[in-house]
């Protein structure tokens, strides 16, 4: 059942950036944060209470800090959807994993003082191949956006997977600490509508849309359940070799993406762009794979 929930928080993530794209010709990046995240905070607050969990916090720096990172992923994440192909956005955002790999690879060379009683950490040639691989994935895969002169979107789009690696193990800390995930879903939908709402000060509010202002609902209502049914695909799995089934399963959120982009948006992916997703699809899973053997009792959670 744990893989199940998987895939169903994939092919919502997925629905949530079909209605993100419908939504993008009448509403901004910062306006659709802003609803998303108020529509998060109200689902979080009624969740918390059918758990009987309480939104108080101790650790008020590290959720402004999640959601700091988190709100930057959002947005490129947003403006990369609304710009690329959906399948190509939604590829970029899950480059996370490789992302991890890099800073995890960094911090051990960082930390490491030359003396002979401490060597240099050895570099894992398997995970320095999975993160060339990922990136030439990433060439193959922004070619043709680059071409079509969608660079700047792409760009965002690469960004967002960064910065949602940075929020993922923030997630992970807080998750040591004993921060339940409806909590710290809930700080971060409050920092979505801060953020939202202050992008909308700046920039002003779009014109009614009429019945296309709609998209926004869902926006929030998708996102809530994907991150519930994420969440319960973790917590279901009960192994080491389950929690890794689980994590690699989220990369079912890309063919739906590709599906729903052909199919609603009339999206074209050239074959160096299938190419490039399948690079990036193997190295996310390769990194993944990688990351639990060297530490199989480290928790999973998602962004």
């Not at 919502?12 to 529509?39: D, L, Q, W």
């Amino acid at each position: 059942m744990h893989a199940l929930w998987m895939v169903l928080a994939a092919f919502f993530f997925a629905s949530m950036g079909v209605c993100i794209k419908a939504a993008s010709p009448y509403f901004n990046p910062g306006e659709m944060v802003f609803y998303r995240g108020v529509i998060g905070m109200a689902m979080m607050i009624w969740l918390a209470r059918r758990q009987g969990t309480s939104l108080k916090t101790r650790y008020p720096g590290m959720h402004a800090w999640r959601s700091l990172i988190g709100v930057t992923s959002l947005v490129a994440w947003f403006y990369a959807i609304a710009h690329l192909p959906l399948a190509t956005a939604m590829t970029l955002n899950y480059m996370s994993s490789v992302w991890i790999a890099v800073f995890l690879m960094g911090a051990a060379l960082w930390a490491w003082r030359p003396s002979p009683e401490a060597p240099r950490p050895p570099l894992q040639g398997s995970l320095v191949g999975t993160i060339i691989v990922g990136f030439i994935g990433v060439v193959l895969l922004l070619r043709p956006s680059i071409q079509q002169e969608q660079a700047f979107a792409g760009m965002l789009g690469l960004m967002s997977g960064m910065a949602s690696a940075f929020a993922y193990m923030q997630v992970v800390a807080l998750s040591r600490i004993g921060e339940p995930e409806t909590r710290t879903v809930f700080y971060f939908a409050m920092g979505s509508a801060a953020a939202g709402a202050v992008t909308m000060m700046v920039t002003g509010i779009s014109p009614w849309a009429g019945w296309n202002t709609l998209w926004l609902i869902p926006i929030g209502v998708l996102a809530s359940i994907a991150q519930l049914c994420l969440t319960k695909a973790y917590a279901q799995a009960k192994t080491s070799r389950e929690t890794l089934v689980v994590a690699n399963l989220q990369y079912s959120g890309i063919i739906f993406g590709a599906i729903s982009g052909m199919v609603f948006f009339g999206d074209i992916i050239p074959p160096l762009g299938w190419a490039g997703m399948f690079l990036i699809i193997a190295s996310g899973i390769t990194a993944t794979v990688l990351r639990a053997r060297s530490a199989p009792d480290a928790p999973n959670e998602e962004v």
